[in-house]
């Protein structure tokens, strides 16, 4: 297929490092972003919407009081905390020992907080949904939609009777390890809603266990520039979508209320994608503003046949992690394909995409032979960016508009999305493009958003902004919990310590005995998230029964953490893999550019990327250690497992009381 502006391979490659300059430098995120929880003039962004009268959890009783104690304490109601959950509970544990603790007054994580109209998952159903053959739910369509997922998750509640041991209304202020009692002693903000009252009290919960699983996108975050608190309009954030102003509900989004609106979208992300075709058939104009455009792939969705599941699964035992692992064989391009691709979707023809998800082939990487790698995935991935490209040109009818919308980066720069509608909404005549070129607004007035220079009216400006990164700071940090271990230790400082994070397999440090927490960092990386998590939920459990077949009597408990020896050679394994991750940190421009030193064709001058050349203010290995495993999800399998059946658990100190 040739190329939409007939570039060369090498000219292709300096266009993307232009393009890639324009655009703001990783470190400065928090100078570009406002974490929405964390500020207190921009606190009603966080406001929950969906804590109305009609909402059963507001009149529940409380499954503790203060003082309090239960064996696990888990932070969190999403499909994580419901995987330790229910893994717990396979392995031995009751519900009666288990406390969730969330914010929020419902199941879902982030699909109790998103209901934008469009949401949707883009890893299909089969692969997603956690526990699908344990409750034998069909999903409804391939990928399923929000309301489902959040349907499903209180679902999952009910049949592990997790719906009563719920904490909701209460956020996690800190946690203290107690080395007299060897438990974690949480300070939790609770909220009591009575009528049209609310108020807060403060109470304390004692637990064995501590669970960290608050999700990856639980942190909303706005643009940090001039202007935003004097705007006279409306304003919300897509993860708290205001229907009371749009019309509509999360079942049935007719947003009416925008017939005569002028709406300004920004952010062309994931949310974006689903959000901006949803708006237009509805806004009297439509403004989607842009710094980078998406590469949207088709999607292909459709409903689930409930009779040609039962039969594919139906009485199969296993089938779900089969699919996962197949999925995740074609996401890593590992070596030996399947001979078949189950999935066979837009992520599973992918093959580039292991520059972020990890691969079985960046075992031997070293520095004499990245700059061949980084240029094997460069070519891997060309022909399906020219795809997407030449789809923006085929779709929209304005060119100009068209140039705008093409995509001048990998296909793993930025999360890369499906949809079957997003393009058409440009050809549309309510609907314009006001592109940044890569540089984002410049701000806003209080009629609406300086871009460009100019000043662009609006009676309404959604932020389709996202979140904080899933990859900054500590378990703590991303949490926004103040975790206090042995002696005074904060898990914040641990992790800015200079050698940077130490794990053992990525779910519990030393320092903080009997404290788990799911994540990707030295862990497994994967587009289908809840298959790491459920990994890390069911590896977790596992280790939990080990340790408690050594207590003896009833009521006996352990502490359990890693040795520091074993948490640093697990991090030190994870460092000396990141040259697996060398292209994805070169595009998100965490290095300088490589010179490729031997080739074979006209690019040889031109893949010039220097892996020597980290940017100033990284440390290298300190940035190597807060990686993924770089050799994929299913090779991260083979180490857990093959750990597990040496049955010696073998880097944890394990005491028992």
Avoid at 235 to 244: G, P
Avoid at 392 to 405: N, Q
Avoid at 510 to 522: A, E, K, W
Wanted: glycine residues 10%; aromatic residues 10%; contains cysteine.
């Amino acid at each position: 297929m040739g190329s939409t502006s007939e570039l060369t391979f090498p000219e292709l490659l300096a266009k993307y490092e232009q393009e890639q300059q324009k655009r703001p430098h990783p470190s400065t995120h928090d100078e570009s972003f406002v974490d929405i929880g964390k500020a207190d003039q921009f606190k009603h962004f966080n406001k929950d919407p969906w804590k109305t009268v009609d909402n059963p959890y507001l009149s529940a009783p409380s499954p503790v009081k203060n003082g309090d104690h239960t064996k696990i304490l888990i932070v969190g109601a999403g499909f994580g905390a419901l995987l330790f959950a229910v893994r717990f509970i396979e392995t031995g544990y009751a519900a009666e020992d288990i406390l969730l603790v969330d914010s929020t007054w419902g199941f879902g994580g982030c699909w109790y907080w998103n209901r934008y109209p469009g949401l949707m998952c883009d890893v299909e159903s089969a692969c997603y949904m956690p526990l699908l053959e344990e409750t034998g739910y069909i999903p409804k369509h391939r990928y399923s939609y929000g309301l489902g997922l959040r349907a499903y998750a209180e679902l999952v509640a009910a049949k592990w009777r997790l719906a009563e041991r719920a904490l909701f209304g209460a956020t996690v202020q800190k946690t203290v390890w107690n080395n007299e009692t060897a438990e974690w002693v949480t300070t939790i903000i609770k909220e009591s809603v009575q009528g049209l009252c609310t108020s807060l009290d403060t109470m304390q919960i004692r637990s064995d266990l501590f669970m960290l699983a608050s999700g990856t996108l639980s942190r909303p975050k706005l643009p940090r520039l001039d202007g935003l608190a004097g705007f006279k309009g409306h304003m919300f954030h897509t993860s708290r979508w205001d229907y009371e102003y749009t019309g509509g509900t999360p079942e049935d989004p007719r947003m009416e209320n925008l017939r005569n609106k002028r709406v300004a979208f920004l952010g062309t992300g994931a949310t974006g994608v689903q959000v901006v075709p949803q708006l237009a058939k509805w806004a009297k104009e439509l403004i989607v503003l842009q710094r980078t455009p998406s590469a949207v792939d088709i999607r292909g969705q459709k409903p689930v046949d409930a009779e040609e599941w039962t039969r594919e699964f139906y009485g199969r035992p296993g089938w779900q992690r089969e699919r996962r692992e197949n999925m995740a064989a074609f996401l890593s391009n590992v070596p030996d394909l399947p001979s078949v691709n189950i999935v066979n979707d837009g992520w599973t023809n992918f093959p580039s995409i292991s520059a972020l998800c990890g691969s079985p082939r960046a075992a031997v990487l070293t520095e004499a032979n990245i700059a061949e790698y980084i240029h094997m995935i460069h070519r891997l991935d060309l022909p399906r960016q020219e795809s997407i490209r030449h789809r923006v040109t085929d779709i929209v009818k304005d060119p100009t508009t068209a140039s705008r919308l093409q995509p001048w980066y990998p296909g793993w720069f930025r999360r890369p999305c499906f949809h079957d509608e997003y393009l058409h909404t440009f050809n549309l005549p309510n609907v314009s493009l006001a592109d940044t070129d890569g540089h984002g607004i410049d701000g806003f007035t209080e009629h609406g958003v300086l871009c460009n220079g100019q000043e662009l009216h609006a009676d309404v400006i959604i932020f389709g902004t996202g979140f904080e990164p899933f990859n900054r700071g500590s378990p703590a940090f991303r949490a926004g919990i103040t975790i206090t271990g042995r002696n005074g230790l904060s898990m914040d400082d641990k992790w800015s310590q200079r050698q940077g994070p130490a794990t053992l397999h990525g779910i519990i440090t030393r320092g903080f005995p009997n404290l788990f927490f799911p994540g990707v960092v030295q862990a497994a990386a994967t587009v289908n998230i809840l298959h790491g998590e459920d990994l890390v939920a069911t590896h977790t459990a596992r280790i939990l029964r080990a340790a408690g077949e050594r207590v003896v009597g009833d009521g006996g408990k352990f502490i359990i953490e890693p040795t520091e020896e074993a948490e640093e050679e697990w991090a030190m394994r994870v460092a000396t893999g990141a040259y697996g991750f060398a292209a994805a940190a070169q595009s998100a421009g965490l290095t300088g550019p490589i010179r490729r030193t031997t080739g074979d064709d006209d690019c040889a001058d031109i893949v010039h990327m220097r892996t020597s050349a980290v940017n100033k203010h990284e440390d290298v290995l300190k940035m190597a250690r807060g990686m993924p495993w770089s050799r994929g999800i299913l090779d991260f399998t083979a180490v857990l497992e093959e750990w597990k059946n040496r049955g010696d658990l073998k880097g944890l100190d394990i005491c028992v009381l």
